[in-house]
């Protein structure tokens, strides 16, 4: 009877703190249409959170993600605009904080670089390709090498 009784009040321990790891804040704004919340829901996913590897601010659970999601919220509620927001992170935190950086002398090579090694490995395709294989030009053998010739063939 005790193991029993044993048994399920470990079960409902488990399962009780279990629910607890699992339980995770979430974040509940109150938007005045639909549209603000779309662009808040745009930001969050555009905007990377700068303190996780290569997560934006929607997936991130981080404290930092937490307190960025409540700053963009609080400039739409402003009524900013989405490129002050953007521009207000940026100036912030870094052109790491977008996922998609603008177009500027630092990034060149990150939007270029890709379009030009693929014009590279096609210019090193065609040319490759356009070479002509040498032919093996037949000479005519010297009567030394017909006389071994129709020696071998003899023995045979």
Do not use: H
């Amino acid at each position: 009877m005790l193991n029993k009784y044993a048994v399920i009040a470990l079960l409902a321990v488990v399962t009780l703190f279990s629910s607890l790891v699992l339980a995770t804040p979430v974040d509940t704004y109150v938007f005045k249409d639909k549209v603000t919340e779309i662009r808040f829901n745009a930001l969050n996913k555009e905007l990377r959170c700068p303190k996780c590897q290569n997560q934006n601010l929607a997936d991130s659970n981080s404290p930092i993600a937490a307190d960025l999601r409540r700053e963009v919220y609080e400039m739409l509620q402003q009524g900013k605009a989405d490129i002050e927001i953007v521009n207000f992170m940026v100036s912030r935190y870094g052109e790491f904080v977008l996922y998609r950086p603008r177009v500027s002398s630092l990034t060149y090579l990150l939007w270029f670089g890709p379009a030009g090694l693929l014009v590279v490995g096609v210019i090193v395709v065609v040319i490759v390709l356009r070479r002509k294989p040498v032919k093996n030009a037949q000479k005519p053998l010297s009567d030394d090498q017909k006389d071994k010739l129709d020696q071998i063939l003899k023995y045979k």
